[in-house]
């Protein structure tokens, strides 16, 4: 005589049950929740790799202004990279983004004509920096002003800023108006535009 124990009693559940495999409505969710999951942290992780590319390495600006024409023309858009400054502080030359110190443009685009240490002069249409007139054919024969009179030439850039002009000497606040500028308040070199397309390329 045989007796039956509990776990030989015949069972009525589903196969998938017993198999101990989620039923489908089941499966279907845990499907569309893990694709939610990674697509949030898809675009997670995108937004933060933008953000350090922008903070780090290159970012984008709008030109505001027409001062540094033709050069760079009002509304091109241009790209800033960060990286060289990190090595090395800005160079004579040099077109850089800084902070508008008047508050009226998030950011100002200049050239650098001088650095710290050196003596900027400007008479008789021309800017010398240590006494040497300066070979601008950016300017295509455009004259310079001295600008503000309460700036008096020559002047000697102090430590730790410098002396940035536009371009278009008519239409450019810079620093024969601003004075000198922080080499803190720098956001990047401008090296090329972007768009419009008909204007890409280097600068």
Request: without cysteine.
């Amino acid at each position: 005589m045989t007796t039956e124990g509990p776990y030989d009693q015949p069972t009525n559940a589903p196969e998938n049950q017993i198999s101990g495999s989620p039923a489908p409505d089941t499966q279907e969710k845990q499907s569309m929740f893990r694709w939610l999951l990674e697509t949030v942290l898809m675009v997670a992780l995108a937004f933060a790799l933008a953000q350090g590319i922008k903070t780090f390495i290159i970012q984008p600006f709008v030109i505001p202004t027409g001062s540094m024409e033709t050069t760079i023309m009002t509304g091109d858009r241009v790209l800033a990279e960060k990286m060289s400054y990190r090595f090395h502080e800005p160079r004579q030359g040099d077109i850089v983004v800084f902070d508008d110190p008047t508050g009226r443009h998030p950011q100002l685009i200049k050239r650098v004509i001088a650095l710290a240490g050196q003596t900027v002069d400007i008479h008789d249409g021309r800017v010398y920096v240590d006494g040497e007139p300066l070979d601008e054919p950016y300017l295509h024969g455009v004259v310079t002003d001295p600008g503000d009179e309460s700036i008096v030439y020559p002047l000697v850039v102090p430590d730790g800023e410098l002396w940035v002009m536009g371009d278009n000497r008519p239409n450019s606040g810079d620093s024969r108006f601003l004075g000198s500028q922080p080499v803190s308040a720098v956001k990047g070199r401008a090296f090329a535009i972007y768009w419009p397309l008909s204007r890409m390329g280097g600068i």
